[in-house]
């Protein structure tokens, strides 16, 4: 079993054992209160509730941040193919890390792929917490500015439907968690051509695509 996993089920555990203590002191007082003893009675109640819902809030980041993928040196995040629809227009399909299919219709010349990297520093390293990311958009454009301003835009989402989005709170209140080195946005795109094929790899310096048959090369070449 390797450090991850390990650091995993200790945080799990805590975190069962303090919901626990927190039922506990929630019962507890509420027994009280009903037996009359009206001075520790509420105190103990409202202890156990504030430790119920700082679990309860630690374990809903902690259920966001497994939909991101552990990144440890370049991997592979994303497959994708181009086939022409239409001038500016063409059908993409992504295959993501995990496997998942994504396919949409794109307008433009070019493809963009988003997405989010959260890193650990401190405490959080020593626990065995590895740098974490998620692709968030799929999205077209042109190479022309004045087409970007006034022609028809299209953009997928790629995240899960989850609540809350850790990301945008670590990104948004950095500055109040120490453990958190950072958690930024990386973007990388490429022109889109009838039968195109990349590959996107990810790093700690972001997103990289490399053209991966004739079609992508050819296109990357008039770029």
Known sequence: MD??????????????IAAVMGLILFFSGFARLLQGRFFNGP??????????VVVAAIGLVA????????LTHEQLVATLRFNALGPQYFHARLRDAAGRVIETNLHGDEWQLDARVI???GFATLLGLQSRYRLE?????????????SA?????????????DSGSLMQRYGRWLPWVDASYGSATY???ADGAEYQVTLSTTGLLARPENAAAQQAVARW
């Open 3 to 16: 450090g991850s996993k390990i650091t995993l089920y200790l945080c799990g555990a805590v975190l069962v």
């Open 43 to 52: 105190g103990r109640s409202l202890a156990g509730l504030v430790l119920l």
């Open 63 to 70: 259920l966001d941040l497994r939909t991101y993928f552990v």
């Open 119 to 121: 890193k650990w520093r």
């Open 137 to 149: 958009r799929l999205s077209g454009r042109y190479r022309a500015v004045a087409e970007e301003r």
């Open 152 to 164: 028809a835009h299209s953009a997928i989402s790629l995240e899960p439907d989850t609540w809350p």
């Open 190 to 192: 490429l022109p889109m």
